[in-house]
């Protein structure tokens, strides 16, 4: 007689399946938890980064004139925002294109060529900054350099490359979590430090469509 017959209830002294194993942590994840506990005291949130790089009222001596700002910016009483910007995504995919059309605006508008300096859009793994070494993390938007200042750049224009880099941005909705945000933005300045021997100083954004924070 087997045991199953001789036990028809299932009963056994055999011990039981253990659970299932909670899901192992990511490479991101894992090198998202290290960068932060190293950076915790080190990184500064600035809340006026943004408006020192890119701002509503023109300066004195800004070169954002009045007719960029009536371009690009819309003005109604009821409504104050960046025109192109969609005011209720319902999915932080629909803010990466526009937000990279603005900006970049914003830098042509200020004399700035695109041959020097230039936002790309980076969300997607086949635009994801690259890194030496390859790092599994990539920001949503990246402000990339070309230039003498760019010590370990091969590169004669604005690339997607960490050793290009000025200033990772991470795109989010109001809703998501920004505290998680600023850390992968912590993640990619790291980056950016390891492969630019000459980089002693960075800031990095963290965009949402009615919030922001800027950490340097």
Known sequence: MSEHEANPDGDSDSPSPSPVSEREPSAADRLVERIRLEM??????????LQKFFPVEPA?????SPKARKELYNDNKNQKRWKGIPSTPKSVFRLYTPLTRLMNNILHCCGISRQTRLFLNTHSDSKQVVSTPRAP???GLFL?????EFANANAELPRALTQSGL????VVLDSDDLEAARD????NI????????????ASGTVLGHHSWAGVR
């Open 144 to 148: 990339a350099g070309a230039g003498d």
């Open 167 to 170: 200033c990772p941005i991470e």
């Open 60 to 64: 004195s001596d800004s070169k954002f």
């Open 40 to 49: 915790a005291d080190t990184w500064r949130r600035d809340d006026q980064l």
């Open 190 to 201: 790291h980056l950016m430090f390891q492969n630019q021997d000459n980089r002693r100083f």
């Open 137 to 139: 993390i990539s920001p």
């Open 184 to 187: 992968r933005l912590a993640v």
